[in-house]
């Protein structure tokens, strides 16, 4: 981040004067003990001095390395979260906060997942050991969940698979019996038909003998008659 200081009025005059010693203070007070500094090539604003004032302009670039209170609930977690959100922050993982789909899209799946998990272990550094330990069974306890309803979905997905199958071969074994059925039906149709054809047929024929044998007794006795 950067900080811009100012000191104004402040009276002094050389290179050893309370403006300097002032600064000199500044740069060795505890707040600033372990910073890294950057400075510029040139400051933003001149050093101007006019006999009794001494104005002063700087701009510093600060990396500041702290610490927090581990989440162990008895602090506040409100105050914890803040924090813990300026330490993602300062660290580039503040696009862990989003969650992997809200990601942007210039990103790959693996520079996602990396972020994640930076951001996971970041966190589980400022949790007390027995939140961590909780984090962690929490964690185990999900994953195995989750494992579980995937192999539960599996089962069921392949029970109605074969649930499907049964009722696709059932269904084929049914149409089968009925065509088979069909034909049977229709053969026996057939072959009735033929034979009462030929039924009435002989029937016709048998009639017709009969009638021609009757004329020729007819005739015979005609021819033949029997003088008393």
Known sequence: ?????????????????PANEH?????????FENAEWSFPTAPPMPITRDGTAFLFS??????????????????????????????LTQQGLQKALLGKGKMSDSL???????????????????????????????????????????????AAVAVAAAVAAAVAAAAAAVAVAAAAAAVAVAISNEAGGALGVGLVARGRSQEKGFGNRGTFRSKSKHRNPICG
């Open 1 to 17: 981040m950067s900080l811009r200081i100012f000191i104004l009025w402040l009276h002094g005059s050389g290179d050893s004067g």
């Open 23 to 31: 600064v000199r203070e500044l740069f060795t007070s505890p707040e």
């Open 58 to 87: 700087l701009r510093i670039k600060m990396t500041t390395k702290f610490e927090i209170q581990k989440f162990d609930r008895t602090n506040s977690f409100a105050l914890w979260q803040v924090k813990m959100r300026a330490i």
């Open 108 to 154: 790959t799946p693996e520079q996602k997942e990396d972020i994640d998990d930076k951001a996971l272990t970041a966190i589980q550094l400022f949790l007390s050991d027995e939140l961590r330990k909780v984090a962690v069974a929490v964690a185990v306890a999900v994953a195995a969940a989750a494992a579980a309803v995937a192999v539960a979905v599996a």
